[in-house]
């Protein structure tokens, strides 16, 4: 039938409307499609009953495939108005042909006009409900977005200030408002200008100034503001600037921090960390530094001046009156010093009762000398404290130098050293620095403060004396006697660093260590020599005697090298059992009772207490050098009656004696004369290496005095 | 964060849409006056623009169908636009009924009337977001929700791309999707090119600079190198009718006027 020519026709039209719409089909989907449709119109067209509203279902089915285009509409109804009437199968007889083709092709328009209409009108109401319908998501969105932003606003524990670009504050939060103590209100009337602090740094203001302008886009910095209230406050503050889409500014936001009491903390512990809690003075730290500072500076002709001061006889007042009173006493004498200094002038507390006064841009010595008396001046009139009036006198060490010719640490040690030396000199007085005698006063202090780290690198030695029996020309003891090898000073004796050890203390270590030598040579001789080997006699310092662990320590040291307390014999002087303290004496008394031989040395040196002899447990007496001098010939008769007095005293007490200081023959003879039981000194050998006494022991040198006699 | 959360500006329908504007092209009604009238003054400039729309979705179809014949179930279409005859669900659901399909656009209002037509469809959705938020995208509980990521996916950008300026880089924004591509993924793309009508490209461009929206077209070496990491499928990147054609006839005698590149690559 009409098949074939339903498919040609297809094919043309399909050639026809390609591309004058959009479908979702290809040409070969498209050309199938639209052959139902033919289809479809041939028998509408071709049925017994005429019914036109077949073009009108074609017309709305094509514009349900998406055939849009009014050139598809028109292509079509040319198409069809010339090929209808032309079909091969005729249209039923008494059909009006060209009426079918014009209601056809009519009916066919008007479907794919309205339904075309129909669809538009769906598409643009889908359309526009999609616009609303995203903008009220983009509201809602927004919405949500500046309830979380308000929410952060208001929430937050940061002060968040809005501002626009000509400084005006917009708006201000909760936590800016208590920062500041100023309301919202009152902050929307201020100007970003107003909030200048007088000692803000000029570069604050112009960062702000670029970032107003655009050049950067934001800053932080800590920066003080004034409160409402006159009071002031730091913040960390960070400044932004927003910008719109095109990127130019817009506003500014401001966070800030309240870093107050944090700056607060800090200042405290800087504060703690340079001053003296009891009296707010400066401490030593801070000392150090404004030292540094005037040293960094540029030195030339500039000059500073240092007072040390300390007060004396302060350990009296702290201990008799406790430390409450000591502290109140310290206070008023911060206040007096720090009432006599102006400008330029540091009160420092260095420790204890100690002071310094920093003197910055002296004009010479004298300026130092009236701050000096200024000084003692303020301190003298009587301090109260509790109802005790109190006196303070002070020693006063004053250092007044050019800048470039010394240093910080030198600078206070010599004006240390002066201080002593006022305080020797009769306290309640000030000593001005002497560069002679503080030169001897630093080499001992500098020879006292390296001693044990001497002692330990084994600088110092030990040399051995004879004691020679007077009756058997044999040896009977040798002293044991301390020398130091300095690197720089050559070989010193005790004369030259005993004294400086008893001061600082440090004799208790090398005292210790002495006998601890002598000992082992006493054992090494005892091994060596049996019964011949001789005493050892160690000299005992007047501090030894106040170690608590003396008893133990000797006791230890025997033990240690097997040593019987008879081969050990222990020399002191009257000086040392001087005083009230019961200590030493008891002390003694144990060595003695363990059987150390107790020697008292220089007798007759000073002034004698021949009592002391029946109170103390001794076993020997040494006369002094001074009776060997007195032995010397001619002989004064007097002296070798005194001797012999003695003597006898000594042997009446059950004690040995030994003469000191024996140079000649005549003395040797006379003390033998006199009784004396042992003799030492230049007669008999110097101090010498242990060596030096196996030589005598072993018969090499014959004991000089054997030769004499 | 969705880049558009805190703007309120951005559904503008007082100024045209590349996606209303292409559904005008495309014979559609989802377009307001102003992108009707920016859509006439393209077409009066160059008329053949909607063949070449229709090119463009003939090709997204083929690729949809290509896909899906090489085991590709589900589908992330970016820059989908405002839906119309032959969708990529519609498209895809017709080979494999549970393809699954999440549209991606930053449209709001394409991104809405999706929604609207896609309610109740169990297995495409659509996300409102930036083809460069790629994370975001990738963790939309929607997209989440349809897509395997141990799978292999169909990725298409189809007419897309040209809208991203040459500054966003978006040789390295394929990049990132590439990463999250299991193999045996796909990307399908399709780009406008000035090389097939030099002499129209120029007062093209001009007029969607002026309306906004520029564009950037790409030659073919620039399109290729968009497929580093890819390999591209036969016959590579070609004229849009050029691509695996569905009849010799659907040809016509000069491919180049439809001046935009299409391309299929395997993530293998
Ligand atoms: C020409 S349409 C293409 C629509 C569809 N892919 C097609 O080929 O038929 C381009 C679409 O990309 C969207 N688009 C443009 N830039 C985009 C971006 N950066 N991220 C996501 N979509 C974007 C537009 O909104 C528009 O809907």
Known sequence: MNHADCEVFAQRWTEAIVGTSYVAMGRHMLARHLLELTHQLVEGFLAAEFDPSVGRDVGVAMVEKHFTGTETLKETLALIAEWLPGLSTPAPPGADVAGRVAQLVGSLAAGYASALRERSLDEQDAIYRAGLRARRQAEQALAASEAKFRAMFTEAKLGIGIGDLEGNITDANPALQEMFGYTREEFTRLNVSSMVHPEDAASVWEVYGELIRGERDHFRMEKRFNRRDGGEIWTDLTVSLVRDEGGAPTYQVALLEDVSERRRLQAKLQYQAYHDPLTALANRQMVTERLDQVFAGPVSQRRVGLCFLDLDGFKVVNDSLGHDVGDQLLKTVASRLTRCCGPGQLVARMGGDEFLIIVEDTGGEADMAVLADRILSALAAPVRVGGHALTVRTSIGVVERPVADTNPADLIQAADITMYQAKAGGKGRYAMFDQHRNASEVADFTLSATMVAAVARGEFYVVYQPLVDLGQGTLRAVEALVRWRHPTLGVLGPERFIRLAEESGSIVQLGHWVLARACEQAKAWRDAFGDAAPLVSVNLAPRQLHEPSLVADVTQVLADNGLDPSRLQLELTEQSLLGDDAGPLTMLTKLYGMGVRIALDDFGDGYWNLPDLRRLPLRELKLAGSFAAGLQSPCNGVDQRIVRALVDLAHALDLTVTAEGVETLAQCERFQAAGCDTGQGAWFGLPGAAEQIDALLRGAHPLCHREAL | ?268
Request: aromatic share 8%; no cysteine.
């Open chain 2, 1 to 268: 964060m969705e880049r558009s959360s805190w703007a309120s500006d951005d559904v503008d329908i007082e100024h045209a849409s590349p996606a209303r504007v292409y559904d005008y092209y495309l014979g559609g009604s989802h377009n307001f006056a102003v992108d009707r009238q920016m859509a006439r003054q393209a077409i009066e400039l160059w008329p053949e623009l909607p063949l070449i729309m229709q090119a463009n979705r003939a090709f997204l179809r083929r690729s949809v169908r290509y896909l899906v014949s090489q085991g590709i179930t589900q589908f992330l279409d970016i820059g989908s636009g405002i839906p119309t005859e032959g969708n990529v669900h519609e498209v895809a659901q017709t080979a494999a009924p549970e393809a699954r399909v999440v549209y991606v656009d930053v449209d709001p209002v394409a991104a809405a009337h999706s929604r609207a037509i896609l309610a109740g469809n169990q297995y495409a959705d659509v996300v409102q977001a930036d083809l460069r938020d790629v994370t975001a995208i990738f963790d939309n509980p929607r997209a989440r929700r349809l897509l395997d990521p141990t799978q292999p996916i169909g990725v298409l950008m189809v007419a897309m791309l040209h809208f991203v300026p040459d500054e966003a880089g978006p040789a390295s924004i394929v990049g990132q999707y590439r990463k999250m591509m299991p193999l045996g993924s796909h990307l399908v793309l399709s780009h406008a090119t000035h090389e097939g009508r030099p002499d129209q490209a120029g007062s093209h461009t001009d007029l969607y600079r002026r309306a906004g929206a520029p564009l950037t077209m790409r030659s073919r070496l620039q399109v290729e190198t968009l497929f580093d990491g890819f390999d591209l499928v036969a016959p590579g990147v070609v004229f849009l009718p050029l691509w695996r054609p569905d009849s010799p006839a659907d040809v016509d005698d000069h491919p180049e006027r439809f001046t935009g590149f299409a391309a299929v690559g395997r993530r293998g």
